[in-house]
C-alpha cells in the first residue's frame, strides 16, 4: 500500500517510518523543507520526499493522487500564538487536497480530550479531530496522553526535574491524573491501525495500564534513576509562575512550557482500552517504558528528539533561506590549522557540544548558555539527540545543524540563543585543513555594539576551540 506520512521529521514521523517500510508499505513523506530531512541511508531508496506546507494550498497539489492511506502527525503546540487558528486551517487544506486522491484511510494522532473543559492546546488538537473526520475516506483517531520514550519531550522534562533536583516545591497541578503509554507502544498501534477495518470511523484511548499523577510518575522515575528525592506541593503557584518554574529547570521553551502547564491541570485518563484488544497490543508499564528508554539513551540509539523541533526553540526558519552564509554586512572570525588524521578530525567535530562540550573555556560556554536562559532563549540544556551523529535539523546547545555531511567534511550551525543579529558557525575541511569560521550578522547599532563587546573573548575561546580539536587529533 502506498502511505503519504506527514511530520516525517518529527518525533513520532521518524520512529513510524522504518516501521512502515519494514511492513512492506510504499511511503511518500511529506517534508516542510527537504534540506532538513535526512532519513537512513538504507531507507532513501525505499521513499518518496515531497516538500508541502499545509498553510499552503498550492503546495499541497505536490500529493500524489494514488496514495492508500495517510498519517496525518502535524502539532504546532506553541510554534506561534495562534497555532490554534492555524492548526484548524492546515487540517481543513489537508481534507481538502486528499479529496482529490483515493485515499480510503487517514490515522490522526491526538492527545486525550475527555473532560469537558480543555486547555488551547487539547482544544486545537480536537478542532483538529473534527475538521479531519470530514473527509469522504475511514477516518480513525488514537488519543494519546503522556507519551514515554528516549527523547520524548514528557520523558526529557521529567529527567531533567528529577536529575537536577534533590528537592522540588511544585505546582498543585503534580497531583494531576494521566495514564502514560511508552513510544514503542505508541507506533506499533499506529502501524497496525492503518487499513485495519476494526479501527474505521472510530476514536481511542490509547495509554499504559497505569494511571498516575505527575508527583507518581517523577517519584517513580527518581527511584529507577536510584536517587532519593522529595517533592513538596504548594497552592500557590500560578500558571504563569509554574510556566517559569519548567521554563528555567528544563530544556524546555518557554512557550511550550505555558502550553505544557495549561494542558497537565487537566486529567489525562483513557476511557476504554478497546483498541488493545482490537489490534492484540498490551502496553507496557510505566516503569518498563522508563527502563525502555534508558537502556536506547546508553546505546546511543536515540532516533528522534522533541528537541530537534523548531518548538524547542523561538525559530521557526527554513533551513533552506540560511545555509549559504552571507558575507555583506558581516562580521567574521576565521580560524585555520593543519592535522594529520582526517578521519579522527572530522570525529571530534562531529561529537561537539552536549555532554562532551566545546573543547575549550567550557565554562565560559555555561555561561552563555545561563545569561540566554534568564533571556528567554534555550540555553544549553537542550543538548544533542546522539552523542556521534548529527543531522540537518537537530539541536545542539544552543545552535541548530543546517548542514552536516561527513564526506565533504562540513559542518554549519545556525545560533538559536538570543542575539541582536544572526551567527552562524562553520567548520570545514580543505585538504589537511581545519577552517573554523564565526559569522555574525548585526542588526542595527546594537548588534555591532555586541560584536565589539564580544570581541575580546573570541581571541582565546575560538582558537582554543579549533586547537583542541587538533590536539586531541595529535593525540598530543
Given amino acids: 500500500m502506498k502511505i503519504l506520512l506527514t511530520g516525517s521529521s518529527g518525533y513520532i514521523g521518524k520512529r513510524l517510518l522504518p516501521v512502515l517500510i519494514e511492513n512492506g508499505h510504499e511511503v511518500v513523506c511529506c517534508v516542510r523543507d527537504i534540506k532538513r530531512f535526512s532519513p537512513p541511508a538504507s531507507l532513501k531508496s525505499k521513499i518518496e520526499i515531497i516538500q508541502i506546507d499545509l498553510l499552503d494550498k498550492n503546495s499541497l497539489e505536490n500529493i500524489p493522487t494514488d496514495i492508500d492511506g495517510a498519517f496525518y502527525l502535524v502539532h504546532s503546540m506553541s510554534s506561534s500564538s495562534d497555532y490554534l487558528q492555524q492548526e484548524q486551517e492546515s487540517a481543513e487544506n489537508f481534507r481538502s487536497a486528499l479529496s482529490k486522491t483515493k485515499v480510503r484511510h487517514v490515522v490522526y494522532l491526538s492527545g486525550i480530550v475527555n473532560e469537558s473543559t480543555l486547555s488551547k492546546h487539547l482544544t486545537s488538537?480536537?478542532?483538529?479531530?473534527?475538521?479531519?473526520?470530514?473527509?469522504?475516506?475511514?477516518?480513525?483517531?488514537?488519543?494519546a496522553g503522556i507519551i514515554i520514550g528516549s527523547g520524548s519531550a514528557s520523558f526529557e522534562i521529567m529527567r531533567d526535574l528529577v536529575e537536577k533536583l534533590p528537592v522540588m516545591i511544585t505546582p498543585k497541578w503534580l497531583n494531576t491524573k494521566c495514564q502514560p503509554i511508552g513510544i514503542s507502544d505508541v507506533i506499533n498501534m499506529l502501524s497496525k491501525t492503518i487499513f485495519n477495518p476494526n479501527t474505521f470511523n472510530k476514536n481511542f484511548d490509547i495509554g499504559g495500564p497505569d494511571i498516575l499523577s505527575y508527583k507518581d510518575m517523577l517519584l517513580k522515575f527518581a527511584e529507577i534513576r536510584k536517587l532519593k528525592r522529595r517533592i513538596f506541593i504548594v497552592p500557590v503557584m500560578t500558571p504563569k509562575l509554574s510556566s517559569y518554574w519548567l521554563y528555567f529547570v528544563t530544556s524546555t521553551s518557554y512557550k511550550l512550557a505555558i502550553a505544557l502547564v495549561n494542558s497537565m491541570k487537566i486529567e489525562v485518563v483513557c476511557r476504554n482500552n478497546d483498541i488493545s484488544a482490537i489490534l492484540e497490543i498490551e502496553p507496557m508499564r510505566y516503569e518498563a517504558a522508563l527502563e525502555r528508554a534508558f537502556r536506547k539513551i546508553e546505546s546511543n540509539e536515540v532516533v528522534s528528539s522533541w528537541k530537534d523541533s523548531f518548538i524547542s526553540s523561538s525559530f521557526n526558519l527554513n533551513v533552506s533561506e540560511f545555509i549559504q552564509v552571507p558575507t555583506f554586512g558581516c562580521f567574521t572570525d576565521v580560524r585555520m590549522k593543519t592535522f594529520i588524521d582526517r578521519e579522527h578530525c572530522i570525529n571530534n567535530i562531529w561529537s561537539i557540544g552536549g555532554t562532551n562540550g566545546w573543547y575549550y573555556a567550557n565554562w565560559l560556554w555555561r555561561i552563555r548558555g545561563f545569561l540566554d536562559k534568564m533571556a528567554g532563549g534555550v540555553g544549553l540544556r537542550r543538548g544533542r539527540t546522539s552523542e556521534k551523529q548529527l543531522y540537518v535539523g537537530d539541536a545542539l546547545d544552543f545552535w541548530r545543524v543546517l548542514y552536516a555531511d561527513k564526506g565533504e567534511g562540513?559542518?554549519?550551525?545556525?545560533?538559536?540563543m538570543k542575539l541582536p543579529g544572526d551567527a552562524w558557525l562553520e567548520f570545514k575541511i580543505v585538504d589537511n585543513t581545519l577552517i573554523q569560521t564565526a559569522t555574525f550578522r548585526p542588526l542595527g547599532l546594537l548588534g555591532r555594539m555586541y560584536w565589539y563587546a564580544i570581541l575580546p573573548f573570541h581571541g582565546f575561546i575560538f582558537n582554543g576551540m579549533i586547537r583542541k580539536i587538533i590536539k586531541q587529533n595529535n593525540g598530543s
Fill in 125 to 143: 488538537r480536537k478542532n483538529v479531530e473534527s475538521e479531519l473526520s470530514k473527509g469522504s475516506y475511514n477516518f480513525t483517531t488514537l488519543r
Fill in 410 to 416: 562540513r559542518l554549519l550551525l545556525f545560533a538559536e
